[in-house]
């Protein structure tokens, strides 16, 4: 690394040690930049390095500086990797180059995403974290030609959830480097920073982020947008008026007291009109219950309301963006725990639709839930109900990490999700809804619903989907089920390793994209 810098350091034209006191007074200065530029990969037919138009500004103003260096210092920057130099000029006392692969990237059929969009992520975020391990307090970034995903890059790869370590990372504020495209960049702000909240909920210790932390973090979240939205925490006297049966069931097994979390956001001008409804799972810690999971990652299990994160945070979104649609989020939120009171296998509950549903496995307690939260979703004459759950085991099997697994019983609806994940890079898979998989959980013993079905073990994100669908009526719905895209560990170049947040970014894509057609 030493030898690395000395070289760069010869071919800038400085000594080492005049390089060494420049840096060191400029790391005097509270006001220390850092900048992320971008680079493209070399054409067959290109002679030099191709960099952005705002690395070609930066290059010219220390009179070709930036392109020896990069030359000498090692071989070409592919995409997603970086090189960092320092004392190139004296406002930017540190500059990190991220190659971008290809500048002819467009969308990829076969990936399903805007493979431009991806690379400027990836390679954003690896810049900017390499800034940040150098303590600079701002980083100014170069669009790369797509300011939005540029400042998505950014600002979901410096996230790290460290709210209860003493020793935290260096707050960064990333900024748009140069004043065009200064709307994209903060729509891309905005659409990050809800990822990261909803992040932020799924990583906290379930001790930390009961139902009641859940619904308060809620609250206060959306004082921040306080127009054309309403928040209401529903108690659990509510719920049992409510008639939920089946929700109640999973609840009762802990000492803490189940919440309904009811959001309204009244963007469009016709404040009356249908709403897009988003329903959570919102299970704040899952034992199993009384089918009691295995030791092994069960801590893992504090995000197991990730799918109440990933609406919630979608609605403060899009309130922040100022959408012009009606969207309504729903969460239920509960422990499922082991105890005395807990649902024991066998037992029998009913739901607020008056259908009764055998519990043959505690530990598919979410679709328990969601079954309640749906019936109450079509109190609101709903143009689409979206419910997003990390819902089974299934699902990690069938896709991994690649993809959340969509189930819809509508073209229009699934085609408005499949086109927002092309932008967001952030993908859904369509999986199929047959009713060969309803009749799999039709067919109880003791009740008119079994919560795991007949042919236990085989195809469960189907039969759990199925199972769904029998407390749906509206002709526009989607189950996305999100089991497999709930952590990260190095699938997703611009998330550090943790709790994703997923696919917070698509549903509000959706919602953008579902506004013209409702209005």
Known sequence: MLLMFRKAVAAGGRTYQQCRLFSLSCSSRSDRKGLVLGVYD??????????????????????????????????????????VFHAVRQDFPSVAVVGLGKSSAAFCSQENWDSKKVNIRNAVSVGCRQLQDLEMPTIEVDPCGDAQSAA????????????LKQRKKTVVAAQLHGSSNTESWQKGVLYAEGQNFARYLMESPANHMTPSCF????????????????????????????QMGSFLSVSKGSDEPPVFVEVHYKGATNTKAPPLVFVGKGITFDSGGISLKSSKNMDAMRADM??????????????SLKLPINIIGLAPLCENMPSGKANKPGDVVRAKNGKTIQVDDTDAEGRLI??????????FNPKAIVNVATLTGAMIAALGSAAAGVFSNSDWLWDHLREGNVVTGDRVWRMPLFEHYSRQMTESQLADLNNIGKD?????????????????????WAHVD???????KDEVPYLRKGMTGRPTRTLVELAARLSSDFN
């Open 42 to 83: 070399k054409e067959k037919d290109e002679n030099s390095l191709k960099f952005t138009e705002a690395g070609e500004a930066f290059d010219r103003s220390v009179s070709g500086r930036l392109r020896e260096l990069l030359t000498v210092s090692g071989p070409a920057l592919t995409q997603g990797k970086s090189r």
């Open 152 to 163: 998505e890059g950014a600002i979901l790869g410096l996230f790290e959830y460290d709210e």
């Open 215 to 242: 619904a308060n973090k809620i609250q206060q979240r959306l004082k921040s947008v306080p127009d054309k939205v309403e928040v209401h925490i529903r108690p659990k006297s509510w719920i049992e008026d409510q």
């Open 306 to 319: 990730g799918g109440a994160a990933t609406v919630c945070s979608s609605i403060v979104t899009a309130a």
């Open 370 to 379: 969601l079954a309640d939260a749906l019936c109450y979703a079509h109190c």
């Open 456 to 476: 236990r073990g085989s195809g469960g994100a189907c039969t759990a989907a199925a199972f769904l669908k029998e407390f749906v009526t509206v002709p526009h």
């Open 482 to 488: 999100i089991a497999g895209v709930m952590t990260n």
